[in-house]
Nanobody, 120 residues
Framework: VQLVESGGGLVQPGGSLRLSCVASGFSFSFYYMTWVRQAPGKGLEWVSDITGDGGITHYTDSVKGRFTISRDNAKNMVYLQMNSLKPEDTALYYC??????????????WGQGTQVNVSS
């Protein structure tokens, strides 16, 4: 299993970023995919997940209405469109295979993450 995240950066409050994660080494469309984040000095926080077919999505309350998760199974990609970014969204973002929310994520396979910094 290999996961490679990209798309992070420095953005002003209210701005947007689109995170991408390319996956390999497993049957991508069979799996939930999850985005989690870790802010400085804090624990891991679940952000969003999406079913294998992309038909059902879930979001943590703090990002509902601002973030959108999606996937392209033909490209083995999962995305996180982040709009109306706030300073509290600053974190290192990771994608995971499986559903972290349901306790079914593969915590043995991590990418390098992509850093999002929201600051004026």
């Amino acid at each position: 299993v290999q996961l490679v995240e990209s798309g992070g950066g420095l953005v002003q409050p209210g701005g947007s970023l689109r995170l991408s994660c390319v996956a390999s080494g497993f049957s991508f469309s069979f799996y939930y995919m999850t985005w989690v984040r870790q802010a400085p000095g804090k624990g891991l926080e679940w952000v969003s997940d999406i079913t294998g077919d992309g038909g059902i999505t879930h979001y943590t309350d703090s990002v509902k209405g601002r973030f959108t998760i999606s996937r392209d199974n033909a490209k083995n990609m999962v995305y996180l469109q982040m709009n109306s970014l706030k300073p509290e969204d600053t974190a290192l973002y990771y994608c995971l295979r499986g559903s972290y929310r349901l306790g079914l994520a593969d915590l043995g396979s991590w990418g390098q993450g992509t850093q999002v910094n929201v600051s004026s």
